[in-house]
């Protein structure tokens, strides 16, 4: 007997969920609705780009030693004066960028709301425009805000305990931390995105589906293929940390907002394919455990 929260079966238990074809799929769909997403992405994100550009800007500079007198040397007290000064300045810095990643963690959530109307619109054979699945995103923008929320917070915890625990671990131990830091993080991204592939498809159940028990909704659909979930984000932290290095190397001497203008659109190009590798995935595990097809969700676009 299904749970009042879970939804009535409309058919036969679909295909299996296989991980080549919904890779496939998806990058098909990326590619070929690649500028109404984008498009989607930049609206969601302007708000993100102006505050991580407002905190930026609110960095302090590293502070500078001031210069002893010729043929002095510095007290110690000034030397401990300095000290606290970079102290503070690590701290400030520390605050300012972990601030700046959960809001574009945030933001990303968000982005997906609007990415799986367009998606959804796809997989029925249909193609829904940028008004269209703004609109959409809209009309579940406090079922999606909520879940997004909760997810950021866990990843942050998460993500930095894995830090403050397993950190200390690394350098207490006997090999050498140079052979080991190139793996760190991929190992830490390994083991986030294992923990965190059960609620993967959290987010576009709250724009599918009715807003309650979003997160365990997606535990239940993820059950079985959290491996290949986390193999999915594996792949795109591989796609992401590869154009990093290809942008570091290729934009040197550019002018900053140049430069500033090249990762901001490399980093909405990343959020685009993921989201849509969520709603792809999205589609296929209640197509296999429900048998439901987007055909039947017509709730979603009325």
Sequence with gaps: MNEPDEPTLTGPVGERFRLGRV??????????????????????????VAAVECLASAEAKFPEAEAAAPGSSAPADDTREYGEKVSQWLRQTDR????????????????????????????????????????????????????????????????????????????????????????????????????????WVAVPAAVVEEPRRLLRRSWRLTGGHRLGVATIALLVFAVDWGTDRLIAVASTGLPVPVRKGIWWTEDLLVVSLTAVFAAVGYHALRLEKEGVDVSDLERVFT
Excluded: N
């Design 96 to 199: 300012i960028q972990k601030a700046s990643l959960h809001l574009q963690w945030l933001f990303a959530h968000l982005s997906l709301a609007f990415v799986t109307f367009a998606v959804c619109a796809r997989l029925r054979g249909q193609r829904a425009g940028l008004r269209e699945s703004v609109r959409g995103g809209l009309r579940r923008l406090v079922p999606v805000l909520h879940v997004s929320l909760c997810l950021v917070i866990l990843e942050a915890a998460l993500y930095w305990g894995f830090f403050s625990v397993l950190w200390p671990l690394v350098l207490r131990s006997d090999d050498s931390i140079d052979r080991m830091l190139p793996y760190w993080p991929l190992a830490s991204v390994s083991v986030v995105a294992l923990l965190l592939s059960q609620f």
């Design 23 to 48: 890779v496939a799929r998806s990058f098909a769909i990326w590619a070929r609705e690649l500028p109404l997403l984008l498009a989607l992405a930049l609206v969601v994100h302007a708000p993100c």
